[in-house]
């Protein structure tokens, strides 16, 4: 791991947050995951994110054949159904539609699927804002997106609600809505398909960074409907049949 790398990349990103401006990528580059992950580590320590507690909510991406990534979202980012991104908050309107899970318990270091799916206590509609802090950002190498927290800059949460029996993730429907015009309208479109499937990854990575998974956590789960980058003055509704539906005002 090259402190060098990771110095100048958690520089750049802090710079950002503090001044609410896009910096350049020109120079920036990581070796490795390992240097992304202490990238977030040493923004969320600079930024205050944390106070030293252990993060109760996460961010979890990632695709079959690619690399399972998460980043650890602050307190402050968590929001309710209906809330209004306010001036300045964002320099782009990335939204992800997402299944969000609550933990009722807390999981041991390393826990198979089973064991997550009876931890559960909760599901939650959930539309993920996303942005970026760096000049082409969205589009930069995947450890620069890892390191700048996978994107995520809040999350917007519906009511909670339990499952008795898990859906069939193949024919799970989800749907986007832009003002009143449908335009996501998708079936089984989870990138794993079992939105749970990344869990047991989470749990171990998570341990591994010394803030192991805790009842009462808030998990988003990966993306239903891909990124759609909305403008201002929309609204924006997600909807999962049988889970319930989330608004957010851009």
Excluded at 54 to 74: F, H, N, T, Y
Excluded at 116 to 128: M, S, Y
Aim: one cysteine or more; charged letters at 20%; a negative charge.
């Amino acid at each position: 791991m090259s402190e060098a790398h990771i110095d100048a990349v958690a520089k750049r990103l802090i710079t950002a947050w503090r001044t609410g401006q896009r910096q350049p990528l020109s120079g920036l580059a990581l070796p490795d995951t390992a240097a992304a992950y202490a990238v977030q580590r040493r923004v969320g320590h600079a930024l205050g994110w944390f106070d030293g507690a252990r993060p109760a909510a996460w961010k979890l991406g990632g695709s079959p054949g690619g690399m399972i990534s998460a980043a650890a979202v602050q307190a402050t980012a968590i929001h309710r159904s209906g809330w209004h991104v306010p001036p300045g908050y964002v320099t782009a309107l990335g939204i992800e539609g997402e299944l969000v899970v609550r933990l009722g318990r807390d999981l041991p270091n390393a826990p198979d699927l089973t064991e997550i799916r009876f931890a559960i206590d909760a599901w939650l509609p959930a539309i993920e804002l996303c942005d970026t802090r760096l000049e082409g950002g969205i589009d930069a190498d995947p450890l620069l997106r890892l390191a700048d927290q996978q994107l995520n800059r809040a999350l917007i949460l519906g009511d909670a609600v339990q499952l008795l029996d898990l859906p069939n993730w193949s024919h799970q429907t989800a749907k986007l809505w832009v003002d009143s015009h449908e335009v996501v309208n998708a079936k089984g479109s989870h990138p794993f398909l079992d939105p749970l499937s990344s869990l047991p990854w989470l749990a171990r990575h998570a341990a591994a960074q010394g803030t192991p998974l805790r009842g009462g956590d808030l998990i988003a789960t990966g993306s239903w409907t891909g990124i759609y980058w909305a403008d201002p003055g929309q609204t924006i509704t997600f909807g999962l049949a049988g889970v319930g539906e989330v608004r957010l005002n851009v």
